[in-house]
């Protein structure tokens, strides 16, 4: 591990809004701010909204700019990049933002029922031959309906055509309710300055023509859910971070 990285992670363990649990320490003992994130970490009784694999949390702190009147935390694995968001927040004195290292198979160690509003999965991984480790995969909306509010909400914003299809699918197969639905975001007339947000990597994608593809629906809490049985045609390129010689 390079200097650089090793710098950064011992600069976030001495952050008091990144929050780092491994697998080994939630078997030993609960995490404290389960079900108490808003009494114990922001202390208001605001809504809380996650962004999942947040990256270097720009979409978090955006957010977290935009919205004075709600909590916001960034969750990824990779505590390298998270460091950038969390540096920015604190130096921005951004109190309802946090960051939370783990990974988000294990977000029930982390949050009680119905103790989060809304979610945001922001360009992850679109998981072309594995089903169950797509972030919009029935196994993970079953997962999010476990804590999310009556009514709670999944954003996805993504530059794969393949995974947006595919969450199509899951949300008819589902009977799921679509609050908003577009594959070309940014010619679609939206008007929500929520989405105007971007990642450095999704600039990247707009310079080189991909269509930016955004569905915003409902997760009701049920524990029944279908995959859809459907075929979809495979991106012909390979996003950032995975594959960036293959991009158009």
């Given at each position: 591990?390079?200097?650089?990285?090793?710098?950064?992670?011992?600069?976030?363990?001495?952050?008091?809004?990144?929050?780092?649990?491994?697998?080994?320490?939630?078997?030993?003992?609960?995490?404290?701010?389960?079900?108490?994130?808003?009494?114990?970490?922001?202390?208001?009784?605001?809504?809380?909204?996650?962004?999942?694999?947040?990256?270097?949390?720009?979409?978090?702190?955006?957010?977290?700019?935009?919205?004075?009147?709600?909590?916001?935390?960034?969750?990824?694995?990779?505590?390298?990049?998270?460091?950038?968001?969390?540096?920015?927040?604190?130096?921005?004195?951004?109190?309802?933002?946090?960051?939370?290292?783990?990974?988000?198979?294990?977000?029930?160690?982390?949050?009680?029922?119905?103790?989060?509003?809304?979610?945001?999965?922001?360009?992850?991984?679109?998981?072309?031959?594995?089903?169950?480790?797509?972030?919009?995969?029935?196994?993970?909306?079953?997962?999010?309906?476990?804590?999310?509010?009556?009514?709670?909400?999944?954003?996805?914003?993504?530059?794969?055509?393949?995974?947006?299809?595919?969450?199509?699918?899951?949300?008819?197969?589902?009977?799921?309710?679509?609050?908003?639905?577009?594959?070309?975001?940014?010619r679609s007339g939206i008007n929500d300055k929520i989405l105007?947000?971007?990642?450095?990597?999704?600039?990247?994608?707009?310079?080189?023509?991909?269509?930016?593809?955004?569905?915003?629906?409902?997760?009701?809490?049920?524990?029944?859910?279908?995959?859809?049985d459907i075929e979809i045609e495979k991106d012909e390129y390979?996003?950032?971070?995975?594959?960036?010689?293959?991009?158009?």
């Amino acid at each position: 591990m390079g200097k650089n990285k090793l710098s950064k992670f011992a600069a976030m363990a001495t952050y008091p809004n990144v929050f780092q649990y491994t697998f080994g320490t939630l078997q030993k003992e609960s995490f404290p701010l389960k079900g108490k994130w808003r009494t114990d970490y922001f202390r208001n009784d605001n809504a809380i909204v996650l962004e999942l694999g947040c990256g270097k949390g720009e979409y978090t702190v955006g957010l977290a700019q935009l919205f004075p009147e709600k909590n916001f935390i960034g969750i990824d694995i990779k505590g390298a990049r998270m460091w950038s968001g969390a540096k920015q927040a604190l130096s921005e004195n951004l109190a309802n933002a946090a960051f939370l290292r783990t990974h988000i198979e294990l977000l029930h160690h982390f949050f009680a029922e119905n103790e989060v509003s809304e979610i945001w999965i922001t360009f992850p991984d679109p998981q072309m031959s594995k089903v169950n480790k797509r972030l919009t995969s029935t196994r993970f909306m079953n997962a999010y309906s476990k804590i999310l509010a009556d009514k709670g909400v999944v954003h996805l914003k993504t530059d794969s055509n393949f995974l947006y299809t595919y969450t199509q699918a899951m949300i008819e197969e589902n009977g799921l309710t679509v609050l908003a639905d577009t594959d070309d975001l940014y010619r679609s007339g939206i008007n929500d300055k929520i989405l105007n947000i971007q990642t450095f990597y999704e600039q990247q994608w707009r310079a080189r023509g991909l269509n930016i593809r955004y569905i915003k629906f409902l997760c009701p809490q049920k524990e029944n859910w279908t995959e859809p049985d459907i075929e979809i045609e495979k991106d012909e390129y390979r996003s950032f971070g995975r594959d960036a010689n293959n991009l158009m």
